[in-house]
Nanobody
Framework: QVQLVESGGGLVQAGGSLRLSCAAS????????MDWYRQGPGKQRELVAG???????NYADSVKGRFTISRDGAKSAVYLQMASLKPEDTAVYYC???????????????WGKGTLVTVSS
């Protein structure tokens, strides 16, 4: 089994910062890409930022210059540093990863349960 557990969400005022963390655990052979998605009230889930095993990153246009994704391979973890937060960043943030687990022929998608970020105006 593989699990992703997020932490770091909470309530913050507009203009503030938060750091989200996601740790993967279980019978992991290799973690390929890791990503952060979010789903705001009444909205579809959207990709916020992603990072490959090699360290290449990509960001949604709405967060470029404000959010930074990073990962710690030794800890099987991914982080999302969020700055200059806006009320429209309010959402449940989900960690996603493409993971090859022990005994599997190829990588599979795994999701965390999400952590709520609320930005007040």
């Amino acid at each position: 089994q593989v699990q992703l557990v997020e932490s770091g969400g909470g309530l913050v005022q507009a203009g503030g910062s938060l750091r989200l963390s996601c740790a993967a655990s279980g019978s992991i052979v290799r973690i390929n890409s890791m990503d952060w998605y979010r789903q705001g009230p009444g909205k579809q889930r959207e990709l916020v930022a992603g990072i490959t095993r090699g360290g290449s990153t990509n960001y949604a246009d709405s967060v470029k210059g404000r959010f930074t994704i990073s990962r710690d391979g030794a800890k099987s973890a991914v982080y999302l540093q969020m700055a200059s937060l806006k009320p429209e960043d309010t959402a449940v943030y989900y960690c996603h990863a493409d993971i090859l687990r022990s005994g599997a022929p190829y990588g599979m998608d795994y999701w965390g349960k999400g952590t709520l970020v609320t930005v007040s105006s």
